[in-house]
């Protein structure tokens, strides 16, 4: 289902690009281009296909965007990436800091004890 609405989302994208540049420019309010009497309001301006292929484009896309976003929502994942570490409720200490610091059993400890055992090749001594 996410893969499929992430297409459609991604086809509208491209689309809605390729629509807005193909779009004259009106210039807008510095005076530029343009040309005389078509204003934004007149029934050439609001009947052009260009215009309303870009609204119903930027509704699919306000539409797919929203769609996404409820997906991820609703997906099963940690609320943290601290709740993803492996083992960090089992090896963390239980005792507290006395000193005042307040972080012992903390994320970092249990981490510390794990990077105990070298990981990753190992190069034999020299003889």
């Known amino acids: 289902?996410?893969?499929?609405?992430?297409?459609?989302?991604?086809?509208v994208v491209l689309a809605l690009v390729l629509v807005v540049l193909l779009q004259r420019s009106e210039g807008g309010a510095l005076g530029i281009g343009g040309g005389g009497g078509g204003g934004l309001m007149s029934s050439r301006?609001?009947?052009n296909v260009l215009t309303r292929a870009t609204a119903i484009l930027?509704?699919?896309f306000f539409a797919t965007s929203l769609?996404?976003?409820l997906i991820a929502k609703n997906q099963?994942?940690?609320a943290?990436?601290?709740d993803a570490v492996p083992g960090a409720a089992e090896t963390a200490p239980a005792t507290s800091d006395?000193?005042?610091a307040g972080g012992a059993g903390?994320?970092?400890d249990s981490l510390k004890g794990m990077s105990q055992e070298p990981s990753g090749p190992q190069v034999p001594t020299a003889q």
Do not use: D, K, N, Q
């Open 98 to 100: 006395e000193s005042g």
């Open 106 to 108: 903390g994320i970092l």
């Open 76 to 78: 099963e994942r940690p």
């Open 45 to 47: 301006g609001t009947a």
């Open 80 to 82: 943290s990436i601290l």
């Open 67 to 69: 769609t996404l976003s």
């Open 1 to 11: 289902m996410e893969t499929v609405v992430i297409v459609v989302h991604l086809m």
């Open 58 to 60: 930027a509704v699919a």
